[in-house]
């Protein structure tokens, strides 16, 4: 038996259940993993802001939204090594339907990130006394933002379209 298996066995309680049990524990146990990285990422950016403005090093926060992007990119790639993430598509008009969403959900998603960085970017010109004119700011700033949100949108579309796989025939 395996430590992730002794792991689970020992905190979950796995010997003692059905295979139901164990499902429905594993179920809970995974969302309680997405906000314990939701909460995560929330306190390594509170905690990185007043450093930023109080010119302090923030190499530890640093570190530590880069590990934790690190095991983010690791988990992803496990769930697509075993096929876990991976949507099955019986028919054209589901594929059409599920494509809509997908395209919907990367301009959300392209959107709000052009709104988030354009404001980060301004709040860290404050906080680090840029000596750019506002004008001169404002070009490059939503230039620059505006090309890493379209590229942004544009690698979620991707990256979910490759999740999808149609088990139909083509015409």
């Given at each position: 038996?395996?430590?992730?298996?002794?792991?689970?066995?020992?905190?979950?309680?796995?010997?003692?259940?059905?295979?139901?049990?164990?499902?429905?524990?594993?179920?809970?146990l995974?969302?309680?993993?997405v906000?314990?990285?939701?909460g995560?990422?929330?306190?390594?950016?509170?905690s990185?802001?007043?450093?930023?403005?109080?010119?302090q090093n923030?190499?530890?926060?640093?570190?530590?939204?880069?590990?934790?992007?690190?095991?983010?990119?690791?988990i992803?790639?496990?769930?697509?090594?075993?096929?876990?993430?991976?949507?099955?598509?019986?028919?054209?008009?589901?594929?059409?339907?599920m494509i809509?969403?997908?395209?919907?959900?990367?301009?959300?998603?392209?959107?709000?990130?052009?709104?988030?960085?354009?404001?980060?970017?301004?709040?860290?010109?404050?906080?680090?006394?840029?000596?750019?004119?506002?004008?001169?700011?404002?070009?490059?700033?939503?230039?620059?933002?505006?090309?890493?949100?379209?590229?942004s949108?544009?690698?979620?579309?991707f990256?979910?379209?490759?999740k999808?796989?149609?088990?139909?025939?083509?015409k």
């Amino acid at each position: 038996m395996g430590i992730k298996q002794e792991l689970l066995d020992t905190f979950n309680g796995e010997r003692l259940k059905d295979e139901y049990e164990i499902q429905q524990s594993r179920h809970v146990l995974a969302g309680n993993c997405v906000w314990l990285f939701w909460g995560l990422i929330i306190l390594l950016n509170l905690s990185i802001w007043p450093k930023i403005f109080l010119h302090q090093n923030f190499i530890v926060e640093a570190f530590g939204i880069v590990l934790f992007l690190g095991m983010a990119m690791t988990i992803e790639i496990r769930l697509y090594k075993y096929r876990v993430n991976q949507t099955e598509v019986d028919d054209q008009q589901s594929y059409a339907q599920m494509i809509k969403q997908l395209r919907r959900g990367a301009v959300k998603f392209g959107s709000v990130m052009f709104i988030v960085m354009v404001l980060v970017n301004g709040v860290l010109s404050f906080a680090l006394a840029s000596d750019k004119s506002v004008i001169e700011f404002i070009v490059v700033n939503v230039s620059v933002v505006m090309g890493t949100a379209l590229l942004s949108g544009f690698a979620i579309y991707f990256i979910g379209k490759r999740k999808i796989e149609r088990t139909y025939k083509d015409k």
